[in-house]
Nanobody
């Protein structure tokens, strides 16, 4: 199983970023996928989750209305569109396959002026 995140970087408050996760080594199409994040000195937390085939999504209260998780099964990709970013969104963001407890290496998002 391999999960490779990309798209992180430095962005000003109020800005947007789109994270991508390229998945391989398992049956992506039927797998639930999720994004987690871990801020400095804090525990890792679930940000968003999307069902197999993308029929349903769920979000942490802290990101509802600002973040959108999506997937493209034809390319084994999952995305996290992040809008109206706040300094408290600063964290390393990880892609995860819940059924396999598999994790990517993470991508750092820094929200700062």
């Amino acid at each position: 199983v391999q999960l490779v995140e990309s798209g992180g970087g430095l962005v000003q408050p109020g800005g947007s970023l789109r994270l991508s996760c390229a998945a391989s080594g398992f049956t992506f199409r039927g797998s639930v996928m999720s994004w987690y994040r871990q801020a400095p000195g804090k525990e890792r937390e679930l940000v968003a989750i999307i069902s197999s085939f993308g029929s349903s999504t769920n979000y942490a209260d802290s990101v509802k209305g600002r973040f959108t998780i999506s997937r493209l099964d034809a390319k084994n990709m999952v995305y996290l569109q992040m809008n109206s970013l706040k300094p408290e969104d600063t964290a390393v963001y990880y892609c995860q396959v819940p059924s396999l407890d598999a994790w990517g290496q993470g991508t750092l998002v820094t929200v700062s002026s």
